[in-house]
């Protein structure tokens, strides 16, 4: 298996990706509602896993922190959200150490094992950070992701200060299902959807990513299995990634049917010390429900939809379960599979 990467590099942090692939009108809306005076204290930006919204997250928190006052010349002659990676500010997003940006991501417990969420002292941290005055300007904060907030008292938290945003704050919620995120949360932000990427712009972006040649016929191959996704594109580099990504599909397929044997095999395949293989199986799933809960059905009913939602909520949670204390992986092929052929039967 090759992991995450290719040849075993991995991908940069999108706090460290100054460049933006696709996605050009999304940007533009938020250039001109900065530009214009118009800036809406809360966007939620959805779409898709891998296709850059935690990116264009980062590269909008730089532009405001670099650029405090929209009236500067910079921001009217502005074209784009890029800001040079030697401004100060940029420099200090890239280190994690800029004072007006705080991000509200997964992070290790006491022990070192990465939580299964974000709980919610981490959001009262939004509390002493848009209340100091250490930092003059716009003050940003990144939830990355929203998805990932401990229910539910993460999201109440969240939902208290968007209910009273401070002057010049900014809040960037990046979501893979946005549907599902609280509708009170949702109706203080102004919604962003971002599209799958065409193929060309996976290409360029993992090639970034990586530090890789663009016209590596293994890039290429990974970047039409990605579906769009910069993320898993990254993750198919490597035979025995797109053929892991063949056998879950084929498991996925033939579901209300299970086959016990094809499952146990499936789960020797997710385990050992390598991430990658529980991270496609994750998302590759992922896809499968979203397929289910975003299609418009005339005749689907609301409890059926509901279904679905809890289901994913459900298959969520399992498997970062499964990631953060290092479960077996068999019975989580088990229990997931369970629970995907009941939304499968009619």
Known sequence: MSGGGHNGAEPRHPRDTTALFGHHEAEAALLDSYRGGRMPHAFLIGGP??????????????????????????????????????????????????????????????????????????????????????????????VDCVDELQSPAAPNALLKILEEPPPRALFLLVSHAPGRVLATIQ?????????????????????????????????????????????????????????????????????????????????????????????????????WLARRLGVPDANARLARLAQVAEVWEKVSRAIRDAETWNLERKPLVFSVFGLLADVARP
């Not at 990586?210 to 290429?220: A, E, F, T, V, Y």
């Not at 970047?223 to 056998?247: Q, Y």
């Open 49 to 142: 896993r891998g296709v850059g919204k935690a990116t264009l997250a980062y590269r909008m928190a730089r532009f405001v922190l670099a650029h405090d006052d929209p009236a500067l010349p910079a921001v009217r002659a502005a074209t784009s959200l890029a800001v040079d990676p030697d401004h100060p500010a940029a420099r200090r997003v890239a280190q994690d150490t800029h004072g007006g940006l705080l991000v509200l991501e997964r992070r290790p417990d006491d022990k070192g094992n990465m939580r299964a969420s974000i709980v919610v002292n981490q959001v009262r941290e939004t509390v002493p950070f848009f209340g100091s005055t250490a930092t003059s300007g716009w003050r940003v904060c990144i």
């Open 187 to 287: 109706s203080r932000c102004r919604k962003l959807m971002l599209r799958a990427l065409d193929d060309g712009d996976v290409i360029r972006a993992a090639a970034a990513s990586l530090d890789m040649p663009g016209d590596s016929p293994d890039l290429i191959a990974a970047a039409r299995a990605g579906e769009g996704s910069v993320a898993r594109a990254i993750t198919f580099l490597g035979v025995d990634s797109r053929a892991l990504h063949g056998r879950i599909t084929a498991l996925l397929d033939a579901l209300p049917a299970v086959d016990p044997l094809a499952m146990h095999a499936l789960g020797e395949a997710l385990g050992g010390s390598d991430r990658a293989p529980l991270m496609l199986f994750a998302d590759t799933v992922d896809q």
